[in-house]
């Protein structure tokens, strides 16, 4: 995270003196075993996804109508396991693996509604519903227009 | 120069005051810690009984303070005040627990650091002559500080190794004019001076607060010319794991030993290696409810004779730290004698 430095040269001195002495008792985050977690928590998702996916294809569904449905089972058993308070419990070992996937999202709306259902349903759960998932959209959509931009730039519309 | 000040930052006190009864309220997983038994009561969930968790800190404080109360057969009418605190915007855990009890009452707010504060100031006003009997009580609950704080419970977030949690939990002590009851006595204290080293991270409040710990820590021991084995036991409240480590060897650094007579009751009340709570606990409740039913317990049984506790805050808020500051910082000290 980042760090403030005085003005002064001496607060600065002793601060970066302290910082240094600081970092050396700061235990680092397991980078292999969180990332080999987030592998295996992000691929079961995705396998589960896939499971889904050929179930609905098995049904006689077309392609897309089972990845719209694919989609809306992962999304919505996402909810079910935030609602129940176990999606957390997977987060804190999945890290990464299970916050990208579209179950990670669906957690991050339901967890602030359920969570600020206490203030009500409009100043609480409506209201705060979008503080986490909020950002992620805001500049998913601007995203989105630039590369929509930059694609017409090169390949003109069509 | 007044007659009861050492040094720059230190009182001592003339006539006492006596810790005479306390009670502490812990939440579910502090109660399956390893100071479980040790709990006036043990919340059975996060909610004790009420719709929203404010509710239930804000119950746990009072029944801390009217259990404290029962225990020492004092009413309402009989207790001059009440100094409490916890870390809610507005205090309002300690407002709202005042509401039904008719005492006066002061609010106090030092983050984490907010028991000693309390326990300092109540000492003060004791021993100087202008109240009798004294309420010194902090609260924090781990779901109040997360909404407020941080995210909601529910987000499946991965913790860093250096954060900590807030514990859930109240304790409340009563203090006494010395000479009336025994009791373990509030001999010293040492007012600190906000600190900031720069550092910004918060989920590495013990990085933040050690400096704190470290200048109060010596600016005491030197304002009294006293050795660090003075003290059977120097706890903060609370460093965790890695604001501990930190602290000692600043301590070090200025040749004051503390290697085998210091801990933090962030530590104390978690089984780090089983708990899954990183570097351990903090919150105004965790030293208040560690102090209130361990380190008191210790004193009267005549396993501790002579405690230096150290409150440790971090006094940052959301907004401060979404706006790029570094978080300040600050450690009183009160010397706790059998």
Same mark, same amino acid.
């Given at each position: 995270?980042?760090?403030?430095?005085?003005?002064?040269?001496?607060?600065?001195?002793?601060?970066?003196?302290?910082?240094?002495?600081?970092?050396?008792?700061?235990?680092?985050?397991?980078?292999?075993?969180?990332?080999?977690?987030?592998?295996?928590?992000?691929?079961?998702?995705?396998?589960?996804g896939?499971?889904l996916f050929?179930?609905?294809?098995?049904?006689?569904?077309?392609?897309?109508?089972?990845g719209s449905l694919m989609a809306v089972t992962l999304v919505f058993?996402?909810?079910?396991?935030?609602?129940?308070?176990?999606?957390?419990?997977?987060?804190?070992?999945?890290?990464?693996?299970?916050?990208?996937?579209i179950?990670?999202?669906a957690?991050?709306?339901?967890?602030?509604?359920?969570?600020?259902?206490?203030?009500?349903?409009?100043?609480?759960?409506?209201?705060?519903?979008?503080?986490?998932?909020?950002?992620?959209?805001?500049?998913?959509?601007?995203?989105?227009?630039?590369?929509?931009?930059?694609?017409?730039?090169?390949?003109?519309?069509? | 120069?007044?007659?009861?000040?050492?040094?720059?930052?230190? /009182?001592?006190? !003339?006539?006492?005051?006596?810790? &005479?009864? @306390?009670? +502490?309220? *812990?939440?579910?997983?502090?109660?399956? %810690?390893?100071?479980?038994?040790?709990?006036?009561?043990?919340?059975?969930?996060?909610?004790?009984?009420?719709?929203?968790?404010?509710?239930?800190?804000?119950?746990?404080?009072?029944?801390?303070?009217?259990?404290?109360?029962?225990?020492?057969?004092?009413?309402?009418?009989?207790?001059?005040?009440?100094?409490?605190?916890?870390?809610?915007?507005?205090?309002?855990?300690?407002?709202?627990?005042?509401?039904?009890?008719?005492?006066?009452?002061?609010?106090?707010?030092?983050?984490?650091?907010?028991?000693?504060?309390?326990?300092?100031?109540?000492?003060?006003?004791?021993?100087?002559?202008?109240?009798?009997?004294?309420?010194?009580?902090?609260?924090?609950?781990?779901?109040?500080?997360?909404?407020?704080?941080?995210?909601?419970?529910?987000?499946? /977030?991965?913790? !860093?190794?250096?954060?900590?949690? &807030?514990? @859930?939990? +109240?304790? *409340?002590?009563?203090?006494?004019?010395? %000479?009336?009851?025994?009791?373990?006595?509030?001999?010293?204290?040492?007012?600190?001076?906000?600190?900031?080293?720069?550092?910004?991270?918060?989920?590495?409040?013990?990085?933040?607060?050690?400096?704190?710990?470290?200048?109060?820590?010596?600016?005491?021991?030197?304002?009294?010319?006293?050795?660090?084995?003075?003290?059977?036991?120097?706890?903060?409240?609370?460093?965790?794991?890695?604001?501990?480590?930190?602290?000692?060897?600043?301590?070090?650094?200025?040749?004051?030993?503390?290697?085998?007579?210091?801990?933090?009751?962030?530590?104390?009340?978690?089984?780090?290696?089983?708990?899954?709570?990183?570097?351990?606990?903090?919150?105004?409740?965790?030293?208040?409810?560690?102090?209130?039913?361990?380190?008191?317990?210790?004193?009267?049984?005549?396993?501790?004779?002579?405690?230096?506790?150290?409150? &440790?805050?971090?006094?940052?808020?959301?907004?401060?730290?979404?706006?790029?500051?570094?978080?300040?910082?600050?450690?009183?000290?009160?010397?706790?004698?059998?």
């Open positions: 995270m980042g760090i403030n430095r005085s003005s002064d040269p001496q607060k600065r001195q002793a601060q970066m003196t302290y910082q240094s002495l600081a970092k050396k008792h700061q235990p680092k985050p397991r980078l292999a075993r969180n990332m080999f977690l987030a592998f295996l928590t992000g691929g079961a998702i995705s396998l589960l896939q499971i050929n179930l609905y294809r098995g049904l006689g569904l077309n392609e897309g109508l089972s058993l996402a909810g079910l396991l935030t609602a129940l308070g176990w999606y957390d419990a997977i987060g804190r070992i999945g890290g990464a693996g299970s916050a990208i996937p179950t990670g999202f957690n991050s709306v339901v967890s602030p509604a359920v969570e600020f259902r206490q203030e009500g349903m409009v100043l609480g759960m409506a209201a705060r519903m979008f503080t986490v998932a909020g950002p992620v959209i805001v500049y998913g959509v601007v995203s989105a227009v630039v590369v929509g931009i930059l694609r017409w730039l090169v390949v003109g519309a069509g | 120069m007044a007659e009861h000040k050492r040094g720059r930052q230190t /009182v001592v006190f !003339r006539n006492p005051p006596v810790i &005479t009864h @306390t009670f +502490s309220i *812990a939440g579910p997983k502090e109660g399956r %810690g390893p100071l479980g038994g040790k709990f006036h009561r043990v919340l059975p969930d996060l909610y004790y009984g009420e719709k929203s968790w404010e509710k239930a800190e804000i119950k746990m404080l009072r029944d801390s303070i009217q259990e404290l109360l029962a225990s020492a057969n004092l009413s309402p009418g009989q207790t001059d005040l009440v100094l409490a605190g916890d870390l809610l915007n507005q205090n309002i855990a300690a407002s709202f627990a005042l509401r039904e009890l008719p005492i006066p009452f002061v609010g106090l707010f030092n983050a984490c650091a907010t028991f000693a504060d309390a326990l300092l100031l109540g000492a003060m006003l004791v021993d100087g002559g202008y109240v009798d009997t004294v309420v010194a009580a902090a609260s924090s609950h781990y779901a109040t500080a997360e909404r407020q704080y941080r995210y909601p419970l529910e987000l499946g /977030v991965q913790r !860093r190794p250096t954060a900590q949690r &807030t514990v @859930t939990g +109240s304790g *409340a002590v009563l203090l006494q004019t010395g %000479g009336k009851a025994p009791g373990p006595k509030i001999t010293a204290a040492t007012l600190g001076i906000v600190q900031d080293m720069g550092l910004k991270d918060v989920n590495d409040m013990g990085s933040a607060m050690a400096p704190a710990a470290a200048a109060t820590i010596e600016a005491h021991l030197s304002d009294l010319g006293r050795k660090p084995d003075y003290y059977d036991l120097i706890v903060s409240g609370d460093l965790a794991s890695v604001g501990l480590a930190i602290t000692k060897e600043l301590l070090q650094q200025k040749q004051i030993s503390v290697q085998n007579n210091m801990s933090c009751c962030g530590i104390m009340i978690y089984d780090l290696a089983r708990d899954g709570v990183e570097a351990g606990g903090s919150g105004a409740g965790c030293s208040a409810t560690v102090f209130a039913a361990h380190l008191y317990r210790e004193l009267v049984a005549g396993n501790l004779h002579k405690l230096l506790f150290v409150g &440790t805050g971090s006094l940052h808020s959301p907004t401060t730290y979404q706006q790029g500051e570094s978080i300040p910082t600050i450690a009183h000290a009160v010397a706790v004698e059998a």
